[in-house]
């Protein structure tokens, strides 16, 4: 592998993914096709603009013609898929969106493996598609349990992925991570939300009663868990990435105003959402094995985390306006 084809590279984990080959991999040559949609962001990936190894292609996964250019005119021979519409509660409102690019796009992502007979095509998946995990912790090989339609469009790429490999001998590999944490995520998501409206006093909008557990890993640690699959995983195979460490969303919001130093009354708790899964816990002893294991604990995770929204204000408050106020409102208002 030389020349990387990485997919949805100007979102939160693809940019930091990118940054993180450059650094690891002085030969690589590493293309970014990303469509720039709402979250995609190239702020993101300033700091490599200029680096010769670097190349962005604005285009969408679901445009064959655009991905057959990009691998021809590149010699891609690997490819890392991150694009994907993501937010649970947008899947709610609008699933269309999800089921085009989560699954369709992984299609064409897939046909342009097969033509150009890349060395690897990595998939990266979620936990969500096991479903809520009420007790013990989820394997590789448990059933796909789907609860919203974000988890079931990811859940139908995962399967494509696996049809590819057995039907055409893709060397396919998947990674189905938890939750992260980490500069430059969406203020869409549970975390950058509750940190930058706690920094302007204003109310954490908590689901139900806060109780639904989350396992939250840094995302360079989710990163080289993905390096390690890419290079070393066996193709047909899925590999579950976390902290095997779940939080009570509760404590989670409690830790954050207590790093801001704000006070619990921040919180404020509204109407759950539907089909909230309660719990998800991944069983990661399959990666562990290749000698991965996360490095942060989720208190230095959310501390980094914290401290980074704070010093970077000029990167998140251009985004919580326009679309994203619109959004916040149907979201949150009559909750």
């Given at each position: 592998m030389q020349n990387i084809l990485v997919t949805g590279g100007a979102g939160f984990i693809g940019s930091h993914f990118i940054r993180y080959l450059l650094r690891e991999y002085p030969s690589y040559k590493i293309v970014n096709l990303d469509a720039l949609r709402y979250s995609g962001n190239l702020d993101n990936l300033r700091d490599i603009e200029g680096d010769p190894r670097y190349t962005f292609v604005q285009g969408d996964i679901c445009d064959a013609e655009k991905v057959d250019e990009v691998m021809g005119e590149h010699e891609i021979d690997a490819l890392v898929n991150f694009a994907a519409e993501t937010h649970v509660d947008r899947s709610l409102m609008e699933a269309g969106s999800f089921i085009q690019t989560d699954v369709y796009?992984?299609?064409?992502?897939?046909?342009?493996?097969?033509?150009?007979?890349?060395?690897r095509y990595h998939q990266v998946s979620t936990d969500?598609?096991?479903?809520?995990?009420?007790?013990?912790?989820?394997?590789?090989?448990?059933?796909?349990?789907?609860?919203?339609?974000?988890?079931?469009?990811?859940?139908?790429?995962?399967?494509?992925?696996?049809?590819?490999?057995?039907?055409?001998?893709?060397?396919?590999?998947?990674?189905?991570?938890?939750?992260?944490?980490?500069?430059y995520q969406y203020p869409e998501k549970v975390i950058p939300l509750f940190i930058t409206n706690a920094i302007d006093d204003l109310p954490l909008p908590l689901y139900g009663d806060g109780r639904q557990m989350r396992d939250y890993q840094y995302v360079s640690d989710h990163c080289e868990g993905i390096d390690v699959v890419l290079h070393r995983g066996q193709p047909g195979e899925v590999y579950n990435l976390g902290t095997e460490v779940e939080t009570f969303n509760i404590d989670m919001a409690r830790m954050i105003l207590k790093l801001l130093g704000k006070p619990e009354s921040l919180i404020q708790h509204v109407r759950d959402r539907p089909g909230h899964d309660r719990r998800y816990s991944l069983n990661c002893d399959k990666i562990k094995a290749l000698g991965w294991r996360s490095r942060h604990t989720f208190e230095q995770a959310l501390e980094k985390t914290v401290q980074w929204y704070v010093d970077n204000e000029w990167w998140w408050r251009k985004i919580k306006s326009g679309e994203y106020m619109e959004y916040y409102s149907r979201q949150y208002e009559g909750r």
């Amino acid at each position: 592998m030389q020349n990387i084809l990485v997919t949805g590279g100007a979102g939160f984990i693809g940019s930091h993914f990118i940054r993180y080959l450059l650094r690891e991999y002085p030969s690589y040559k590493i293309v970014n096709l990303d469509a720039l949609r709402y979250s995609g962001n190239l702020d993101n990936l300033r700091d490599i603009e200029g680096d010769p190894r670097y190349t962005f292609v604005q285009g969408d996964i679901c445009d064959a013609e655009k991905v057959d250019e990009v691998m021809g005119e590149h010699e891609i021979d690997a490819l890392v898929n991150f694009a994907a519409e993501t937010h649970v509660d947008r899947s709610l409102m609008e699933a269309g969106s999800f089921i085009q690019t989560d699954v369709y796009g992984t299609y064409i992502l897939l046909e342009a493996a097969r033509k150009y007979q890349v060395e690897r095509y990595h998939q990266v998946s979620t936990d969500e598609v096991y479903g809520q995990v009420l007790e013990g912790s989820s394997l590789e090989t448990d059933p796909l349990l789907t609860r919203s339609p974000y988890a079931a469009s990811k859940a139908g790429a995962d399967l494509m992925c696996h049809a590819y490999f057995v039907s055409f001998n893709i060397p396919v590999t998947i990674t189905r991570g938890s939750n992260n944490i980490g500069p430059y995520q969406y203020p869409e998501k549970v975390i950058p939300l509750f940190i930058t409206n706690a920094i302007d006093d204003l109310p954490l909008p908590l689901y139900g009663d806060g109780r639904q557990m989350r396992d939250y890993q840094y995302v360079s640690d989710h990163c080289e868990g993905i390096d390690v699959v890419l290079h070393r995983g066996q193709p047909g195979e899925v590999y579950n990435l976390g902290t095997e460490v779940e939080t009570f969303n509760i404590d989670m919001a409690r830790m954050i105003l207590k790093l801001l130093g704000k006070p619990e009354s921040l919180i404020q708790h509204v109407r759950d959402r539907p089909g909230h899964d309660r719990r998800y816990s991944l069983n990661c002893d399959k990666i562990k094995a290749l000698g991965w294991r996360s490095r942060h604990t989720f208190e230095q995770a959310l501390e980094k985390t914290v401290q980074w929204y704070v010093d970077n204000e000029w990167w998140w408050r251009k985004i919580k306006s326009g679309e994203y106020m619109e959004y916040y409102s149907r979201q949150y208002e009559g909750r």
